[in-house]
């Protein structure tokens, strides 16, 4: 922890339309995690007061950004689209030195959410209800989706762009007014980002930023007695604590947790493109994302092939900067993540499952300047192990071997969590079958288990989330209440028993 009299640059919160200083003297370095020689910024320590003063600016900004049209509000999302497209590069650099992931991976995320901007800002023109017949004559029954109030936007490290933006955008295009506290590991990606709203022409108080540790401006966050709804995205620990406190409050909370993905392949599957996919999901981003595929569930038939195809691909994997373009995987985020990393690789050893490829932290060179793991590959891990149970958030991947099908599926949703899998099969029944039994809110066929679309519901089952989903339009129905409007025009008493 440093002081803030350095003259490093400091991350600022932003409250009622104005870029103010934290009154907290306590600060954290962000260093870039692959050159720690390199410092970010430091990032303070925000206090409660200074939350209670981000929600109160929300709270006087909501009546007024209720009531202004909701095309209006679209127009300024279009124009924060544009500026994010034209900031593309900029804020894509920034990701990669703040965050770790290649600049080819920066892109992309900065990539789509342009995209989640795009697409939300037309649903400004669509947020719909319905008209439904009464049972009365001369009655006229309709419903009406309408914001909630302050909106509480918490977001992780690993796509401090992408995540903020697909919260941030529905939650105003309804109307509501947002709090925003990004990880503080990413707290200048989350400050380029609202900066980009504040230049489209999101008025004073709509949108509030503060940043800080989530023991002490989340805990107020969530606490507030002003805040009515509170969208989150982290770990199970923290998820599980925040909506048991919401239900407390009565308020409404979406939490989008961990993942352990399968990835499922058949004796018939083109094995080269599944070995492609699986290397894709299990060490680009290190491994850190929720839809990583950390888990390989191979049928006995092509083990051995498959295997064998993995470990050659895997070893032409360039691990290093993300800035330099022959990267392929970038550091672990931070000492603590590169530790569990470490952890889990010693567990695996311990297990008895069958180490195939790197096992260690990097060293040498550019290496010890930052939090580097080499690729790691598992093979014979059993299914019911810590290893193939546990998220680990790194570059490990687990082969688990199974006799058919029918063991595959038992597999793939033997963990408490479930957000994305995939399957590689060419046989159309049993495609269908997975689609059908599989046990995630995203699946896959004959592609990798990461990816989305903007415009596509993002979500997962059992442990991986609670509230409804995200993007998509179904993103809508958690930043709204649902009323109901019965307009009797008959002019005379009812008489009904309609209750």
Aim: proline residues 4%; hydrophobic residues 40%; neutral net charge.
């Amino acid at each position: 922890m440093a002081t803030a009299t350095t003259t490093a640059q400091i991350c600022r919160n932003f409250i009622n339309g104005r870029w103010v200083d934290s009154a907290s003297t306590r600060t954290v370095e962000r260093r870039n995690p692959a050159n720690l020689d390199e410092l970010i910024g430091l990032v303070p320590l925000s206090t409660r007061e200074e939350v209670g003063q981000a929600v109160a600016s929300a709270k006087r900004a909501f009546a007024s950004w209720r009531d202004t049209p909701a095309p209006q509000r679209g127009k300024i999302l279009f124009r924060a689209m544009t500026l994010m497209t034209e900031q593309k590069e900029e804020l894509s650099r920034l990701l990669t030195r703040e965050e770790g992931k290649t600049l080819g991976e920066s892109r992309g995320e900065v990539q789509r959410s342009i995209n989640v901007l795009e697409f939300f800002a037309g649903e400004a023109r669509r947020i719909a209800g319905e008209t439904l017949p009464s049972e009365l004559p001369k009655n006229f029954c309709y419903t009406i989706k309408q914001p909630i109030g302050v909106v509480a936007i918490v977001t992780p490290w690993n796509f401090p762009v992408a995540i903020p933006v697909w919260k941030i955008a529905p939650a105003l295009v309804t109307g509501n007014t947002v709090v925003f506290k990004p990880a503080t590991h990413t707290a200048f990606a989350g400050k380029k980002v609202v900066e980009i709203f504040e230049q489209a022409g999101v008025p004073a108080g709509a949108l509030n930023m503060v940043v800080g540790a989530g023991s002490e401006v989340g805990e107020a966050l969530i606490e507030h007695a002003d805040v009515r709804a509170v969208t989150f995205t982290g770990s199970n620990e923290i998820g599980s604590q925040l909506y048991a406190q919401g239900a407390k409050r009565m308020i409404k909370v979406q939490c989008e947790m961990g993942g352990k993905n399968p990835l499922v392949v058949l004796e018939d599957a083109d094995l080269p493109l599944a070995v492609e996919a699986t290397v894709q999901g299990a060490f680009a981003s290190t491994g850190q994302r929720c839809t990583a595929t950390s888990r390989a569930i191979v049928v006995d038939a092509v083990a051995e092939r498959f295997v064998e195809l993995l470990l050659a691909r895997a070893k032409e994997i360039k691990v290093g900067d993300g800035l330099h373009p022959e990267t392929y995987v970038g550091p672990s985020v931070d000492p603590g993540q590169l530790r569990t990393v470490l952890d889990y690789i010693e567990i695996g050893k311990k297990e008895g499952a069958k180490l195939l490829l790197g096992g260690a932290r990097l060293a040498g060179g550019i290496y010890d300047k930052g939090y580097f793991v080499a690729p790691t590959i598992f093979d014979h891990v059993r299914a019911e192990s810590r290893l193939a149970q546990e998220e680990i958030f790194g570059p490990v991947l687990s082969v688990i071997r199974v006799k058919n099908f029918e063991e595959a599926l038992q597999a793939a949703n033997s963990v408490k969590y479930g957000l994305s899998s995939s399957i590689y099969t060419n046989d159309a029944s049993r495609m269908f079958e997975f689609v059908d039994r599989i046990e995630t809110g995203i699946t896959h066929v004959n592609s990798p288990t990461v990816g989305g679309e903007a415009h596509l519901p993002f979500g997962g089952m059992k442990a991986t989330g609670v509230g409804l989903r995200e993007m998509g339009r179904v993103a809508i129905d958690f930043y709204t209440e649902l009323k109901t409007v019965y307009i009797d025009y008959t002019g005379t008493k009812r008489t009904s028993n309609i209750y």
